[in-house]
Nanobody, 119 residues
Framework: QVQLVESGGGLVQTGGSLRLSCAASGRTFNSYVMGWFRQAPGKEREFVAAITWRGGSTYYPYSVKGRFTISRDNAKNTVYLQMNSLKPEDTAVYYC????????????WGQGTQVTVSS
């Protein structure tokens, strides 16, 4: 029933920008944290960004802080990831995820969208 659908991936040059979208459906996410993860070939899944649905508090790891911005439109039930100053190292499949704020485990996952940054 719960579904997360990513879109907006594609091919960009180094220094370019992309905005990913995650359409969430199947339930209300007021008590949830929404997040973005990525996985490159041969590497483990990496946390990219998170935002609380209700309050909009955000968190980023060092690798993307200052370049990526996570946001949400509660009326549209959509989470965004604005990616600027893209580097080849950002190339990966990007996944949208969701978890309850009181839990540490990410419960729902999207299918992923490919982001490729050419050098």
């Amino acid at each position: 029933q719960v579904q997360l659908v990513e879109s907006g991936g594609g091919l960009v040059q180094t220094g370019g920008s992309l905005r990913l979208s995650c359409a969430a459906s199947g339930r209300t996410f007021n008590s949830y944290v929404m997040g973005w993860f990525r996985q490159a070939p041969g590497k483990e899944r990496e946390f990219v960004a998170a935002i609380t649905w209700r309050g909009g508090s955000t968190y980023y790891p060092y690798s993307v802080k200052g370049r990526f911005t996570i946001s949400r439109d509660n009326a549209k039930n959509t989470v965004y990831l604005q990616m600027n100053s893209l580097k080849p190292e950002d190339t990966a499949v990007y996944y949208c995820a969701a978890r309850e704020t009181a839990r540490g485990e990410w419960e729902y996952w999207g299918q992923g969208t490919q982001v490729t940054v050419s050098s």
